[in-house]
């Protein structure tokens, strides 16, 4: 895998303040990389360090191998970002800020700014004066310009703020192919699970200015599921049912939800054994059974929670 984000012992203080304690953190080429944390945590001071925004108090951090404070030139042509809100000229169209940056940004080619403006979806209102935006519109002409030279790596804040539902959706879309099929290293930070969870390939977890753990997805998740299966079981007389299968075992929990449904919990090694038992014996006693349906793991939101919590970090 190619190195896309190289970040070694990085250290920043405001004043009195360390704000970043030795953050360590490797992103790649393909990859969408989910930063995330309460707010206060450290994420915009570490993307503005990226950027060249803020200077860095100790550590160093390249893009693609070359360093940002000793090479900051070459660095900073293989990154586009959008840190904190998209700027752009109001009285200006959304086509001609994009011809203003195209000139900023050496090699820029007419057919590239139409080919960034489909990307982003903004065909039909690109010739409109920016000032007519909704925050949408402007975040997406933030991205289209971010885009413009090609970028391997791209820089996203909280890009979700202010974004609707369907417009979270076309985000993650856009987000998406071009990591899986362009090849660029995406980061994006972000203080919703949620979200992340849908968007993210990895994600590094930031509290209190520490990188307190760097997963895929999936391993986050199974890593603080819990070791408990729990089960929502559909029968005809549910009290009864559950009594049934309560007296079944010692290590089998639960509570009757209504007439006809209960749930029940035990150890996931029972697994196995129990699954098939338990329907038995309720068959045998002549009770019905329309359906058995496991309740889901746990999701990012509770497992950030619960982390959240452990740490005992200060949402601001
Ligand atoms: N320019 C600044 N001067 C002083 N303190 C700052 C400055 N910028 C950020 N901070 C502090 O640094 C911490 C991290 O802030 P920030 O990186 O913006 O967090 P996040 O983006 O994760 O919400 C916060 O406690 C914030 O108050
Ligand atoms: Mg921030």
């Given at each position: 895998m190619e190195t896309a984000i190289e970040i070694r012992g990085l250290n920043k203080s405001f004043g009195k303040r360390?704000?970043?304690?030795?953050v360590n953190l490797t992103t790649y080429a393909g990859e969408v990389f989910g930063f995330l944390g309460p707010n206060g945590a450290g994420k915009s001071t570490t993307i503005k360090m990226i950027v060249g925004l803020l200077s860095i108090d100790e550590g160093q951090i390249s893009i693609c191998g070359n360093d940002?404070?000793?090479?900051f030139e070459d660095a900073m042509k293989l990154v586009g970002a959008i840190v904190e809100n998209p700027e752009s000229?109001?009285?200006?169209t959304g086509l001609q800020n994009l011809q203003l940056y195209a000139r900023i940004r050496k090699g820029v080619t007419p057919e590239r700014v139409q080919e960034v403006i489909e990307l982003v979806g903004l065909s039909n209102r690109?010739?409109?004066?920016?000032?007519?935006?909704s925050l949408g519109m402007k975040q997406r002409l933030g991205l289209a310009q971010a885009l413009l030279h090609h970028p391997k790596v791209l820089i996203l804040d909280e890009p979700t703020n202010g974004l609707d539902p369907a417009g979270i959706k076309t985000l993650r879309d856009i987000l998406k192919k071009l990591a899986h099929e362009e090849g660029v290293c995406v980061l994006v930070s972000s203080h919703m699970m949620s979200e992340m969870e849908l968007m993210c390939d990895r994600v590094g977890i930031i509290m209190n200015g520490a990188m307190v753990d760097v997963k895929t997805i999936d391993e986050l998740v199974a890593s603080a599921a819990s070791d408990t299966l729990t089960f929502h079981y559909y029968v005809d007389r549910a009290e009864e049912a559950f009594k049934t299968v309560s007296e079944y075992d010692e290590t089998i929990s639960g509570h009757v939800m209504d007439e006809t449904h209960f749930e029940i919990s035990y150890p996931s090694d029972k697994t196995d054994r129990f699954s098939g038992e338990l329907n038995r014996k309720l068959f045998e006693s002549g009770y019905s059974i329309y359906s058995i349906t496991p309740v889901t793991n746990k999701h990012l939101e509770d497992v950030f929670l619960q982390m959240t919590q452990e740490g005992g970090s200060q949402i601001a």
């Open positions: 360390h704000v970043l304690k030795d940002v404070e000793k090479n000229y109001k009285n200006l690109i010739k409109e004066k920016v000032g007519k935006y």
